[in-house]
């Protein structure tokens, strides 16, 4: 069974910096693409950032140029480096993440994590 495990959450002023992590584990034979989304309530639940297997990313366009996300393959972890936080940036922040494992392909999603800025 495979389960991700979220991380680095929490309350910060705007400006300020976060880094959130996600770490898969499990029987993974390889991962096609990670990604973060975030979601407030009453609306949907939105794209922030992918990476593919393969190194490439893209941004929703709110955090072009503020957030990062990058992946450690040998330990099955993707991270979202969030810098000059704003107060829109406020939300439940989920990874996403695409393997292929003894069920075959299929989307696993974190528990989610609380991002809060304050401003």
């Known amino acids: 069974q495979v389960q991700l495990v979220e991380s680095g959450g929490g309350l910060v002023q705007a400006g300020g910096s976060l880094r959130l992590s996600c770490a898969a584990s499990g029987v993974i034979f390889s991962i096609n693409h990670w990604a973060w989304y975030r979601q407030t309530p009453g609306k949907q639940r939105e794209l922030v950032a992918r990476?593919?297997?393969?190194?490439?990313?893209n941004y929703v366009d709110s955090v072009m140029g503020r957030f990062v996300i990058t992946r450690d393959s040998a330990k099955n972890t993707v991270y979202l480096q969030m810098n000059s936080l704003e107060p829109e940036d406020t939300a439940v922040y989920y990874c996403?993440?695409?393997?292929?494992?003894?069920?075959?392909?299929?989307?696993?999603w974190g528990q989610g994590t609380q991002v809060t800025v304050s401003s």
């Open positions: 996403n993440v695409e393997i292929y494992g003894t069920r075959g392909i299929r989307d696993y």
């Open positions: 990476i593919t297997s393969g190194g490439n990313t």
